[in-house]
């Protein structure tokens, strides 16, 4: 299976800060990187696919991107709302993997 | 709007089966595969299966192969999910979730709410 490594576990961090999350997969995945958002006691909510792709309704502020196996999420201008669970997820091969999830706490 | 709705809590005592249901609505139900994943407190999302709610044709993961059972209620709009011989390590919330299949990868669009399987005697 791929495995997928996101870093950090967590971060703490103050509204209308920049937040950067991280996810590196084992192999070469291409683009097949999916970005969800998961609040407490909520099913995961899809924010970017494939790669770069903003899921409709989702906020401009959420940006993702590659540079070989890594792949970035970028939240600009931390609104209260967006302290939560980020998780990504490859689709490259079967099974789809995810990684281990980043916290994102209020400073 | 696209719902997924499923069935509530479930508590199963070792090697017994629970089957969750994931009721859906707001769209071509046969238009989309069905996914189910499940998250362990403090664990990883984990990827069991998927299921072609236009076919009936399924595919699971190795770790759940023999133990796993997805299928469809078509006319009913429903996928469910049993799990068999069930131990402690299968306590989860289980989510369905729709999957979306495009050229440039598949993804999970839309998740039912979740259930909880807590496994106990």
């Known amino acids: 299976d791929i495995q997928m490594t996101q870093s950090p576990s967590s971060l703490s961090a103050s509204v209308g800060d920049r937040v950067t999350i991280t996810c590196r997969a084992s192999?070469?995945?291409?683009?097949?990187l999916n970005w969800y958002q998961q609040k407490p006691g909520k099913a995961p909510s899809l924010l970017i696919f494939a790669a770069s792709g903003l899921q409709s309704g989702v906020p401009s502020r959420f940006t993702g991107s590659r540079s070989g196996t890594d792949f970035t999420l970028t939240i600009d201008s931390l609104h209260p709302e967006d302290f939560a669970t980020y998780f990504c997820q490859q689709s490259f091969k079967t099974p789809p993997t995810f990684g281990q999830g980043t916290r994102v706490e209020i400073k | 709007q696209v719902h997924l709705v499923q069935s509530g809590a479930e508590v199963g005592k070792p090697g017994a089966s629970v089957k969750v249901s994931c009721k859906a609505s707001g769209y071509t139900f046969t238009g989309f595969f069905i996914h189910w994943v499940r998250q362990a407190p403090g664990q990883r999302l984990e990827w069991m299966g998927w299921?072609?709610?236009?076919?009936?044709?399924?595919r699971y993961s190795q770790r759940f192969q023999g133990r796993l059972s997805i299928s469809t209620d078509t006319s009913a709009g429903t996928p469910y999910m049993e799990l068999s011989s069930l131990r402690s390590e299968d306590s989860a919330v289980y989510y369905c979730?729709?999957?979306?299949?495009?050229?440039?990868?598949?993804?999970?669009?839309?998740w039912g709410q979740g259930t909880l399987v807590t496994v106990s005697s």
């Open positions: 979730a729709r999957g979306l299949v495009t050229a440039w990868g598949d993804y999970f669009d839309y």
């Open positions: 299921i072609s709610t236009d076919t009936g044709n399924t």
């Open positions: 192999h070469n995945i291409n683009n097949y």
